[in-house]
């Protein structure tokens, strides 16, 4: 590497040491008849050159991802036509094509307002202490297997549950399943903290006072002083166990519950009109990109992944990858910005960090940790701290909060397919040992090659789930007898 | 737009102006029992988050391009196998499969040395002024015209030429005609100099030694006086007219003659090593690009081009656009990275200043300036500059470059593949109107825009100019009934 560090200029016989020798020997060249136009220099892309301007590459990068995103849009159009049709998405989301009039996913998502009630009953009971502790905190577990078992064994059992219905019930349950654990968890400090409060009620009542009056005093010559005083009428403890309040809570873009959230004063009205127009205008692309680009790419890869053909897989896998990723990329827009801020708008709720900058992820931990807010902080604030103040250790800390985020992957994928595999888990739990060897890559060889480690894994890792649930969900429904013929064809 | 300017946190009920009024109201949400973790923010996708950082989104677009291109590579394998056949290279460069033992392009490379030779004599003459002015300056102008036909008629009348044998001879004339031009203009100062300095030659030499004597006296404490010693012995015009400084210059990468070059002290035996690997690995890439990629895909769109089938003419364009741009940004690394600094190092010659950072480039004026330096640097000293000088506008002189340089695209095409069709001219001379596009759509849109049409005219102007070429190659050499014949497949 010695002879990197040594330039051009350095090395010619006339430029050596002195700056002013360089200027001479140019003053007498700039003399002579023959107009010299070459000085010593090196090129920009000799390393002694210190150029390092590369942003034009940039610019080439997403210009010819744009131009091979065309050609396969162009390609893809000559080879299957126009495969985009709306009005099987309506007879699949309706279910109509597999159980005609019956409503079985419709039927589910009613009866979920009874454990709701049930959770709410408890509660009131506990706050009152008509309910002694022990059984109420039962009935809630009771209620909460219940309501997480429930969708499993319906849908395994009965008939007449389209894909997407059963898709849209497991989310649902999922989501009312974290939402009523932080519900019962809340209300359940706001009980202890009312019990040690007992005893010494009166002074904390007073210092209360103080502290409010102390304020007042501060700010009263303040306009904003009114803002305060509303401010100050914070909902206490039992107070809220009203259904008005959780069915608030059940709404709202949060699953971690508390008795005062922070809420907006109105609504915008061009700021809720745009999230409307992008989540029916981003619905219709993710289905046009699953119709077009996603069914015929996993129908193609089924037989190369039945035959362990390698090569071909691999092209289908890979072929797959790129669609599949949009329609994720899409997809988080819609539901995380576009879903989540409309929700938060028309019910007034202030806090709209559903997501980090996780595009900027360094290692897989970053990711997991940025890009579903709400479930983050759930898992922070319901799971993993109340263990380690309960005294276990950081590592099976994490180690719980992944094994039910891979629990309910698993759940969301495999009741409604009914293919009880274990590949999302897998993929799920898989991501503990990819953190550790993405961490140790970001260490090894810096922030970049860590980043495109994730996004490697996010690339890749789904369309290789969605093949094999995709093989499995054929060989369970048609059996393998159908994978011959294919293969013989 | 009013609604972006306010966030969320000024819309909040309790934050609305004093920022104490928020710390104290975060304060007293921190005493409640019931942990909140909620504020007011803004999602980092609204305006009003201020959040910009989307780097990771750069390493996002490179991994995407890589997976895709990783497809390509797979599909390309699966559908063709590998095409790459080494031995068909070297019957084509050698020209044997045409000509049996006649090697017609070594024959022309060979003449070369006659019009070199003739170009000294007549200097030589013009020098001691054996030869009249008018009469040297006819012969340069004959020799000059000769060189450049030469091979234009030898080729089209004579067989046996093999394409790259063909391309090879009008490359070698073309950058012939170019030096002697240089040489031929640079001599010509030199004599006019001489000519104007023959008055008062006495006052001239005084004033030279007297700079020459200052500045040993400002350096005679330096060590390096001695470099500057043999540095001022500078080559002076009659003396250069000799043949070893001639195929020096000839050798040497540059376009511009210079008596005195600026030198290197040794040759760096590392750097040399690398650029001799960089040439023998990158001409393999290039040949396994043409064979495995672009040769199918020119084949493929023979039929569309010639039936006006748009759809899929423009797919075989984009699919050709790919790996034509990255055989010509090796092509391009190879050439002027790795060759001219081979040649350089080689020659000890100090100034390798090829080619600049064309890839920032904004527009198509700054593309053409940057890419190819050493034609850029003759076109600005030899044509432009006189011209400018003899009393032209600089849009003329602009208009002149850009005719020289169309010719010259044209000549290195048309001629090896003896259809004299205009479609290289035709493409060089659409740069000017282009270049105002582009300026407009820079100063409109910003730079970003710029570089995003220059990249776009480089990556689809070239495929375009080539499946053209390959059509009316076609359609000469086999008649318009072969085209017919393939349509009726």
Known sequence: ?????????????????????????????????????????????????????????INWAFLLLSIGGLRLFLENFLKYGIRIDPLQWFYILTGQDDSGDEHPSLVLILY???????????????AVEIVPNMTGMTIHIINLLVLILLPMVVI??????????????TTLYSVLFLKLWSYVQVNMWCRMARQNAKG?????????????SNKVNLHDDDSSTEDLK????????????????L????????????????????????????????????????FCVIQQYMIPSVKNSLIPFSNMDYTLATERLLKLAIPNHLAWLCMFYIMFHSWLNLLGEILHFADRSFYGDWWNANNIDSFWRNWNLPVHRWALRHLYLPMIEMGYSKSVGSLAVFFISAFFHEYMVSVPLKTYKIW?????????????ISKSVERAYGRRFGNLVFWSSIILGQPLCIMMYYHDYIVVRYGESLLEDYAHV
Chains 1, 2 share one sequence.
């Open 1 to 57: 590497m010695s002879e990197h560090g040594e330039g051009i200029r350095r090395r010619t016989k006339s430029v050596t040491r002195a700056e002013d020798i360089q200027a001479e020997e140019q003053k007498i060249r700039k003399k002579q008849p023959d107009k010299p136009c070459h000085k010593p220099r090196d090129s920009l892309f000799s390393w002694n050159s210190g150029f390092n301007d590369f942003t034009g590459f």
């Open 112 to 126: 979920s307002c009874v454990p709701i009630v049930l959770c709410l009953l408890t509660e009131k009971g506990l």
């Open 156 to 169: 395994h059992v009965k008939d007449g549950f389209s894909l997407v219905g059963a898709s849209f019930v």
């Open 200 to 212: 010494n009620l009166r002074r904390q009542s007073l210092s209360y006072s103080n502290l409010k």
């Open 230 to 245: 509303e401010h100050k009428k914070l909902i206490q403890y039992p107070d809220n166990l009203t259904l008005k309040d």
């Open 247 to 286: 069915y608030y809570f059940l709404c709202v873009p949060t699953l971690c519950y508390e008795l005062n959230f922070p809420k907006t004063e109105r609504i915008r009205k061009r700021f809720l009109i745009k999230r409307i127009f992008e989540v029916l205008i981003g619905v219709q692309i993710i």
């Open 424 to 436: 999302a888990f897998m993929g799920m739990m898989g991501q503990v040992p990819l953190s550790y």
